[in-house]
């Protein structure tokens, strides 16, 4: 189980939204273990922007696009709304947790 301070609670609200708009599933878990090995993408600037802000649990997350390996980067345009559709469910319920949090 995830602590609340666990960036991993916060990924799973994002997948559970995900997941539930399309019925989709995505991996959740760190790039270097489910992707491939990553450095200086935004995941990292904005670790390092919110470490530099004294932010003791600073938060960094990647979106990969819905693919399962046939298309990569080049997603077909009508996977593309139901992608940002899953990303916004997802987007929105993070931070509607983050502002209610006490």
């Keep these: 189980m995830f602590?609340?301070?666990?960036?991993?609670?916060?990924?799973?609200?994002l997948y559970g939204f995900e997941m539930y708009t399309f019925r989709k599933t995505y991996t959740?878990?760190?790039t270097i273990s489910?992707?491939?090995?990553?450095?200086?993408?935004?995941?990292?600037?904005g670790y390092d922007i919110q470490r530099e802000a004294n932010n003791p649990n600073p938060l960094s997350y990647t979106f990969e696009l819905r693919d399962n390996g046939r298309y990569g980067f080049l997603l077909p345009p009508d996977q593309i709304e139901p992608n940002c559709q899953e990303v916004d469910a997802g987007?929105?319920?993070?931070f509607?947790?983050?502002?209610?949090?006490?």
């Design 34 to 45: 489910i992707f491939y090995p990553a450095s200086g993408g935004s995941d990292d600037w």
């Design 3 to 13: 602590t609340i301070e666990s960036p991993y609670y916060m990924a799973s609200i």
């Design 91 to 94: 987007m929105h319920a993070a």
């Design 28 to 30: 959740m878990g760190e």
């Design 96 to 102: 509607t947790h983050l502002l209610n949090r006490k």
